[in-house]
C-alpha cells in the first residue's frame, strides 16, 4: 500500500486472485465509471480555475489500456467499450485498496493533459506497478 496513499476501503470484499478478474469485473467498472469521470473533471477543473464535468471517452481508455500493455489479460473479442470497462475498474480498484490516492490521480492527469491517452496509459503503468507490489 502507498506510504501517503489513504487506508484501504473496507466497505468491498476483495476476492480476486489475479489482474485479470479485476479488469473483468463489471460492477466494479460501473463504480470505477463514476471514480475516472470524477477525477478527470478535477483535473480539468485545476487547469481551468473553474467546476468542470467531464467524461473520459472509452476509446481513450481501450487505447491506454494497451499502451500499457494490460490488453492481454482480456479475452480475445472484447469491444473498446469493454477494454474502457475494464480500465475503470482496475483505476477504481486501486483507489478502494489504497494504492493510489485521489491527488496523486488527478496530479498525473493533470500533469500530461495534453495527452489523454498518455495521461491515462501513465496512470494504468504507475497504478498495475503498485498493484502488483
Known sequence: MCPVCQEK???IRYNYQNLREILMD????????AYVNFVY??????IYGE???ARVNSDVL????KKAQLRKFLP??????????????LI??????????????????TAHMGNHVEAF?????EITRRVRE
Request: charge should be neutral; glycine fraction near 8%; avoid cysteine.
Open 9 to 11: 476501503f473496507t466497505g
Open 26 to 33: 463489471k460492477k466494479l467498472a460501473k463504480l470505477g465509471d
Open 41 to 46: 473533471s478535477l483535473a480539468l477543473t485545476e
Open 51 to 53: 467546476p468542470i464535468g
Open 62 to 65: 481501450a487505447k491506454a489500456l
Open 76 to 89: 480475445v473479442r472484447v469491444d473498446r467499450h469493454s477494454q474502457g470497462d475494464a480500465a475503470e475498474a
Open 92 to 109: 477504481v480498484y486501486a483507489w478502494l485498496q489504497g494504492a493510489i490516492s485521489l491527488q496523486e490521480t488527478v496530479k498525473l492527469i
Open 121 to 125: 496509459t501513465l496512470l494504468l503503468e
